[in-house]
């Protein structure tokens, strides 16, 4: 079986490292941030080129509190994608603001920054770029667009560690960079985790007081905040896996290089923009008939995804904010079309010619033995 991500063996090529790490926080215990979390937030900020570094439970706490600490609230409205994992929507939710929609560039998958300027009100407050799959949003134009209306510009980058928009890390272009710990990510924590980066020392502090119940210092509180602290096994071990971000990020790009050969001219794959660094936390191809492909992908073995099947103004949790189907119709043909290959580092050069020529046959209508 080919699977879809293998935290496993990632887990067994760095154990002792990963398992010193935490007995070493067991010993100290320094279970909720502390010193393991302290050095991550330099060391993840540093990565990022970015000043400062805040540890979260969560990627989607990293998304609400940026926008908390950029003074989004109630009666507010962001501006972002439909085609993305729920939780960017969500975090704008919290808040109290309303989500905006924009359609992605079908090509890249993030937004159209041709269509920003019409979606802006007296009401809007921030645009939310998503650097979905590891691919950095065009954020040249969306600065200067937020320059020109006064807004502010919060960078989802859950997927994207470690990508660069024309030579700069993602994370420290706009105003705050959110990322994610999933463990599936490609910097990912052995349970949850997240992380915000900026420049801008107010908002840190912001966010540092809100993440530990708005607390200035112990039982002093000075905004209504949250639990939203990250655990110090966490830090260990994402500290121990930093270190491997960037060997395991060229693996990744080694293994799209290969499938782009590999699945030239029989279906739509990936496209990088030259002057950007594309990380690949997802490489999907676009087909047709994609359920019965991905089922006979499975019959064989080899396990995919789909990422994301109905875009969040179809779901019906959000169907209070007014959308419907063909008000964004590049995000709903990319959901019918997109499928999730299998990605990560230690993939071997076997597996993806293994898969790639198995989804080439069954594209072709050839029996795969």
Not at 79 to 87: L, Y
Not at 175 to 182: E, Q
Not at 243 to 268: C, D, F, P, V
Not at 303 to 311: A, D, F, K, S, V
Request: charged share 20%.
């Amino acid at each position: 079986m080919i699977p879809f991500v293998d935290l496993r063996t990632q887990y067994l090529s760095i154990k002792d490292e990963i398992d010193t790490a935490v007995l070493k926080v067991l010993d100290s215990t320094q279970f909720i941030l502390g010193n393991e979390v302290t050095a991550l937030e330099e060391e993840f900020a540093t990565y990022c080129d970015a000043e400062s570094g805040i540890a979260l439970n969560t990627g989607t706490s990293a998304l609400h509190l940026a926008l908390l600490a950029a003074g989004v609230g109630a009666g507010d409205e962001v501006i972002t994608v439909p085609f993305t994992f729920v939780a960017t929507v969500a975090a704008i939710c919290y808040t109290g603001a309303t989500p905006v929609f924009v359609d992605i560039d079908p090509v890249t998958y993030t937004i159209d920054v041709t269509q920003i300027e019409k979606a802006i009100t007296e009401r809007t407050k921030a645009i939310l770029p998503v650097h979905l799959y590891g691919q950095p949003a065009d954020m040249a134009p969306i600065l200067e667009i937020a320059r020109r209306h006064n807004l502010v510009v919060i960078e989802d980058a859950a997927q994207a560690h470690g990508a660069e928009y024309k030579g700069q890390r993602v994370g420290s272009i706009g105003d705050i960079g959110c990322f994610s710990f999933y463990p599936g990510k490609n910097l990912g924590a052995y349970g949850e985790g997240g992380m915000a980066v900026t420049n801008n020392s107010e908002y840190a502090h912001t966010m540092r007081m809100l993440r530990d119940w708005g607390q200035e210092r112990r039982y002093h509180h000075v905004l209504k905040g949250y639990n939203y602290r990250m655990d110090g096994i966490q830090g260990a071990i994402l500290r121990v896996k930093l270190r491997y971000i960037e060997a395991w990020t060229e693996a990744r790009r080694t293994h799209a290089a290969k499938y782009n050969q590999l699945l030239a001219g029989a279906m739509t794959t990936p496209t990088a923009v030259p002057s950007n660094r594309h990380v690949y936390h997802i490489y999907a191809v676009r087909v047709q008939m994609r359920e019965q492909l991905q089922q006979e992908l499975n019959n064989l073995g080899i396990q995919t995804g789909i990422h994301y099947p109905i875009p969040v103004h179809l779901q019906t949790a959000y169907s209070d904010l007014g959308y419907q189907y063909g008000d964004f119709p590049h995000s709903e043909k990319a959901a019918r079309e997109v499928l999730s290959l299998p990605m990560y580092p230690e993939l071997s050069a076997a597996q993806v010619t293994t898969v790639a020529e198995s989804l080439q046959k069954i594209v072709q209508g050839v029996a795969v033995a």
